[in-house]
């Protein structure tokens, strides 16, 4: 069929649109062609010449910013300072031997260190980043920087580490940081925690006390960075970085003026105190003797120092108010007489004959006082620490129900506080005899338990909890954490299952230890008004006293090796008509508990109720002359010491 004119004239329109639609799109390509070969020849010229050299780019964590501490007034007790530190990746490096012979050249590295060194970067992944030396000084630190090109693989970096101001007041409390070892990777509290930030070389971590127990809290999370390496190994620049998240800071119940004055006044013996807010329960310090310095370990101690404290016979690695678990002696008979009021088997005013012993069966259960105390009442066997009264009260009310009212107080538990090793003390029945000792039973076991010896053991910790029960009839539970991030950490106290008649008897007795006329801690008691202390002495054996050594005479603690020497103990607060603060000292082989320990509690206790030095006529006027000796002689910390911290949200 032929097309008419009028066809191929419209026909001729058609091509003619479709080739100009074409051409458009044909010329629009081209022009995006030329400029994207311009941007990349002419704009990038100089990232892909160094992508041509055969750079690459590598990804590395950002270790985190650590959380900081502070006591209840905001002084700092734990921050991080700057870190200069040199690392080296492995793969980048290529001859580890040539690279790490340069470098030490450059700074001096310890042979030991070179081959710790060369371990971990056999061990580690080629990629992995290994710490070679840190804590460089900023010359070393720029001299490595100015080298960079002659050592492929090596990086000079500003990390942070932990120091703590407050050095050995907080060492067994705020405890310290150090790199992440095997074994907390794998056996340690840190073996099923999959962070990548653990791999970070020489990364720290809590290894004691709170650091350890609110590391998650205290770590935060990892950043990121993009770098480009070139083919020698050597950092061309940072591409991006992604910072990651600081740690969560801290606040704790402690006041650190207090926590220094305890610690000093505890000196170099080998002893404990704790003292608790009887409002809040907030323990307002916590104190373990001998100290040591915490920044040795994150710095790195050395083995002579080290060894040092190993072998110290009065053990300053140990935090011995949660970890030592100790016969709580006569601090003890106030469970024993509550379980007793609780029961019936006794009332206030019943007294009880002491002749110097309670014959049970063959065997004589001896009084600390050889001629005995006569007839007592119950806040008389208090004041004076009659065994022979607690002997026969306890065999009245048996075993059970002085551990359950033991149980009620606070003994025989772990209490929840962020601190290592806390030991749950122990509170014995007939059951547990039966499973841990395969053996029955005695009443003279229930004697022995009536004044806190035998298998009775109690913290210093848990007697601190047991006071603050006793003086404010309340379930007060410690709290060493204030806040976290500044949202406070709240704890209610319920009212305490006891007859408040009851609590007000043994009161009493507690204060007639301090106050009466024949109180075992009369020397030790507070004459300031509306600051009267009431206490308990407690004399705990390490030894038996063997018949023989009854029949000539006991020997004196003086006498015997330090380690052979009766505990000392005391607990107490005060005021006693409106109990403030609690608080309770051990003093290991320290001897009697009113000539050694109740002193330490006494000043204590003063310079927590004055909120620093009490005026000497707190104490009686015989007194004041040494007591205003040893003011003056403490050495204490500068008070400006603690106004300057500030609470960082």
């Known amino acids: 069929m032929r097309r008419t004119p009028k066809d191929t004239e419209a026909g001729a329109r058609k091509v003619s649109r479709r080739g100009f639609v074409l051409g458009g799109a044909m010329a629009a390509f081209a022009a995006l062609l030329t400029a994207r070969m311009r941007y990349m020849q002419v704009d990038q010229a100089d990232q892909f010449r160094l992508l041509a050299d055969e750079n690459r780019i590598n990804i590395r964590l950002i270790a985190p910013s650590r959380g900081l501490i502070y006591d209840r007034n905001g002084v700092i007790l734990a921050e991080n300072e700057q870190n200069y530190r040199v690392v080296m990746v492995k793969e980048d490096a290529g001859d580890v031997e040539e690279v790490l012979g340069r470098l030490q050249r450059i700074i001096k590295l310890p042979e030991e260190e070179l081959e710790r060194v060369k371990n971990e970067i056999d061990r580690r992944s080629p990629f992995v980043p290994v710490t070679v030396a840190d804590r460089l000084s900023w010359e070393a630190f720029s001299e490595v920087a100015v080298n960079a090109p002659a050592l492929p693989g090596v990086s000079p970096e500003v990390g942070q580490s932990r120091i703590y101001p407050m050095d050995r007041d907080f060492a067994h409390i705020v405890g310290y940081v150090g790199p992440v070892s095997d074994y907390d990777l794998t056996e340690g509290y840190l073996s099923e925690d999959e962070d990548p930030v653990l791999q970070i070389p020489k990364f720290q971590v809590g290894k004691t006390g709170v650091e350890a127990r609110m590391e998650h809290d205290l770590r935060g999370q990892a950043g990121t960075r993009r770098i480009e390496v070139n083919a020698q190994g050597r950092v061309m620049r940072e591409l991006d970085r992604v910072e990651g998240g600081a740690g969560d800071n801290v606040q704790m119940t402690i006041d650190s003026a207090l926590q220094n004055y305890i610690q000093v006044r505890l000196g170099e013996e080998s002893a404990s105190a704790v003292v608790m807010d009887c409002g809040s329960g907030d323990i307002l310090g916590i104190a373990s003797a001998p100290s040591f310095d915490p920044n040795l370990f994150v710095r790195g101690i050395s083995v002579p120092d080290y060894r040092a404290l190993l072998e110290n016979d009065h053990r300053p690695l140990s935090n011995k108010t949660v970890q030592g678990a100790y016969p709580p002696g006569s601090t003890f008979k106030m469970v024993v007489a509550l379980a007793a009021l609780e029961d019936g088997v006794i009332d206030r005013e019943e007294s009880i004959f002491c002749g110097g012993y309670k014959e049970l069966g063959q065997r004589r259960f001896h009084c600390w006082r050889r001629g005995g105390h006569g007839r007592l009442s119950l806040s008389g066997a208090l004041e004076q620490s009659c065994d022979v009264y607690f002997y026969e009260i306890a065999e009245r009310v048996g075993i059970e129900k002085i551990t359950a009212m033991a149980r009620r107080l606070g003994l025989g538990q772990r209490h929840d506080v962020p601190l290592s090793a806390v030991v749950e003390g122990l509170t014995p029945t007939k059951a547990w005899k039966r499973e841990n000792r395969d053996a029955d039973w005695l009443i003279g076991d229930t004697l022995n338990a ?93 030894r038996n006293i063997t018949a023989a050594e009854r029949a000539r005479g006991v020997t004196s603690n003086d006498d015997l090796p330090w380690n052979r020497r009766d505990h000392a103990l005391f607990v107490c607060y005060a005021p006693y008509d409106r109990p403030q603060v609690a608080c309770s000292v051990v003093v290991e082989h320290g001897g009697g508990g009113s000539a050694v320990a109740a002193p330490i509690a006494r000043d204590i206790m003063l310079q927590a109720l004055y909120g620093g030095t009490p005026p000497l006529d707190a104490y009686p006027s015989s007194q004041r002359g040494t007591i205003r000796t040893r003011q003056q002689e403490l050495p204490l910390r500068d008070p400006s010491s603690y106004s300057g911290g500030k609470i960082r949200a």
């Open 450 to 542: 009536g004044i806190g010896q035998g298998f009775v053991l109690a913290s210093p910790l848990q007697l601190a909890v047991m006071t603050s029960r006793i003086a404010t009839g309340r379930a007060l539970t410690p709290r060493l954490i204030k806040s976290i991030n500044a949202e406070e950490i709240v704890q209610e106290a319920g009212v305490l299952d006891i007859d408040p008649d009851h609590l007000n008897y043994v009161r009493e007795g507690m204060w007639a230890v301090t106050n009466g006329r024949h109180g075992s801690a009369r020397s030790s008691r507070v004459v300031a008004d509306g600051m009267e202390l009431a206490g308990k002495t407690g004399t705990s054996q390490v």
